[in-house]
């Protein structure tokens, strides 16, 4: 068991620490109990910590030391796939995205009460592991011939979007679990080539028609609890970083015809520094400025220094007083708030919340995908991905889970005496050099299966193939599902 230090306030109070306003991290993926009890070592605290995307059994655990040591901080997950916050295939965002279907998935099959379903029980799990808040739902809009988003975007219309965030936000929110929008008007529509750019969405190439449609979804913002700005930039709707600019709150207010009443999230500040070339402490003094109410620095580590500029800008009136007596105030009230929110609910049972989660992802991804003249028999299977970031562990998993004899075979004599064959695509027709790799594939081997996991409208060309929607295990179990004659329900 983790130490708590002493000093540390019971449950429900605020975190420690000195910063003139709420601060937000993300424990790592590597170690994160290692790295929890670094955080309650030091004399910062963040008011909301953000778990790693695990699967929900790591989960329960670092809710549960987190608890312990830093008991007054709400605690945050994400449960969507996101390419535009790193890792453009979803492969290493399977455990986490696992949770859901995607959101290609969810706008394909365009059943709200579905989503909702599926809202009420992702909020009951949460909740059931001591979770306080969901970092989405994501609002993206693709856009453009080639999105970054992928299947990470419920689809190309903003009333599509709109529809399907609300109804998964108003899902967990009933549980008691706060919402927060996620995570920035226009960002579905970076085309991929520019996913390695210093300043993605700078120059995102949309005509007004098509930001209007980007912005509809953030008509939900009186909905949620709170909005996170990306670390991104894009010019046309304001000058600057959105994580460090003013324009995202009156962008909100604007889109929703009303005031925003929730907590506005500064997101990831040590991006959005580099990306502005500022140091931490500039970039949290914009962002306090801007009118954030959440500082999220990312690592842990910079909290103490994110404080320590608040406090300094504090002391010379680089900050104003009375703002920043005015946006503490109103962050306190907010978070307090939240903190309160499930104290007279029922705590769910988590493992059957879970099976709940499950049994709904399952029946709708199963609806969203689609197979054409592509089945599996009995005999064994060779996974061959031909994406530029190959990762077939996932689909030889579900294949496996089905009681298949499934491999990722390293030498092309196995691939040739291979019974069956899956090929796993991702970019599909807008990548030259898989189409190539798929092409001398199938030119040695036309039988085998095409499994894609990008957006339909990259469907490769082929005989046989099933869209799967994406890359997490979820989908993917899906389309092992379709394969073997399983029906929609």
Known sequence: MIARSAGDPVAGEPAPGTSPLP??????????????????????????????????????????????????????????EDPTAGDPTGEGLAAGAALLPSAAALGTVDDVDATRGLGDALGDLLAG??????????????GGPDPLVGTAAVGRDGDLVARHGRALAAGVRDAGIAACGFA????????????????????????????????????????LDAVLAAPVAASALGEGTAALAPWPLRLLEESAHA?????????????????????????????????????????PSALAPAAAALREAERTGELPPELLARRTGAAAERLAALRARRR???????????????????????????????????????????RAQAGAAALVDALRARHLQAESPLYAADLEAAPQILAVTGRGTRDPGETGRLRALLAARPDAIVVHTGPR????????????????????DAAVAALLGDRPA
């Open 184 to 223: 920035l008007p226009g960002l579905g529509g970076i085309p991929w080539a520019d996913a390695a750019g210093d300043r993605p969405g700078e120059g995102v190439p949309l005509t007004g028609a098509q930001w209007r449609d980007h912005l509809l979804p953030w008509a939900i913002a009186p909905w």
């Open 344 to 386: 007279w609910l029922p705590t769910p049972d988590p493992a059957a919340a879970a099976a709940v989660l499950a049994a709904r992802s399952a029946a709708l991804a199963l609806r969203a995908v689609r197979a054409r003249r592509a089945a599996l028999d009995l005999r064994p299977v060779a996974v061959v991905d031909l």
């Open 259 to 299: 005031p925003f009443h929730g907590l506005l999230v500064a997101g990831e500040l040590g991006v959005a520094a580099a990306r502005d070339v500022l140091d931490l402490p500039a970039a949290v003094l914009a962002a306090a400025r801007a009118g954030a109410h959440v500082l999220h620095v990312g690592d």
């Open 129 to 142: 592991l001591g979770i306080d808040v969901l970092l989405g739902p994501v609002l993206h809009v693709a």
């Open 457 to 476: 409208e990259t469907l490769p060309e082929a005989e046989r193939t099933v869209s799967a929607l994406g890359a997490s295990r979820t989908m993917l």
């Open 23 to 80: 601060l937000a991290a993300r424990l790592p993926a590597g170690d994160p109990l290692g790295a929890l009890e670094r955080i309650a070592a030091r004399p910062v605290h963040p008011a909301v910590l953000e778990l790693p995307a695990v699967d929900p059994g790591p989960w329960a655990e670092l809710a549960a030391a987190a608890r312990e040591v830093l008991p007054g901080a709400l605690l945050a997950v994400r449960a969507q």
